[in-house]
């Protein structure tokens, strides 16, 4: 069975840092190009980041270049984003997807297979 499973979420103050941890079963991570997305309440999925399936493209949204960086470990089989200066208004529900295309792009219509997303909160 194919599952993709995100972690690391929760309540952090603003100016913190989380790393959220996308984690495939079922397949391997290492040919596929790997976005993270999120969702607040009453607004649209968004791309905030995606990796290229050797890692060699990155691109992240204008609202957390220089804050949020994407990795990925192939020995784990895990995409990570590490958040750093997290701000209220990175406040959603943060999803994982793979691209079967590795496309890399930011558009979330591509992505073919999604994770149930992990809730992050940056409240004082």
């Known amino acids: 069975q194919l599952q993709l499973v995100e972690s690391g979420g929760g309540l952090v103050q603003p100016g913190g840092s989380l790393r959220l941890s996308c984690a495939a079963s079922?397949?391997?991570?290492?040919?596929?190009?790997i976005g993270w997305f999120r969702q607040a309440p009453g607004k649209e999925r968004e791309g905030v980041s995606c990796?290229?399936?050797?890692?060699?493209?990155?691109n992240y949204a204008d609202s957390v270049k220089g804050r949020f960086t994407i990795s990925r470990d192939y020995a784990k089989n895990t995409v990570y984003l590490q958040m750093n200066s997290l701000k209220p208004e990175d406040t959603a529900v943060y999803y994982c997807?793979?691209?079967?295309?590795?496309?890399?792009?930011?558009?979330?219509?591509?992505?073919?297979?999604w994770g149930q997303g992990t809730q992050v909160t940056v409240s004082s």
């Open positions: 079922g397949f391997t991570l290492d040919r596929y190009a």
């Open positions: 990796i290229s399936s050797s890692g060699g493209i990155t």
């Open positions: 997807a793979v691209d079967w295309g590795n496309l890399a792009t930011m558009n979330p219509r591509v992505y073919d297979f």
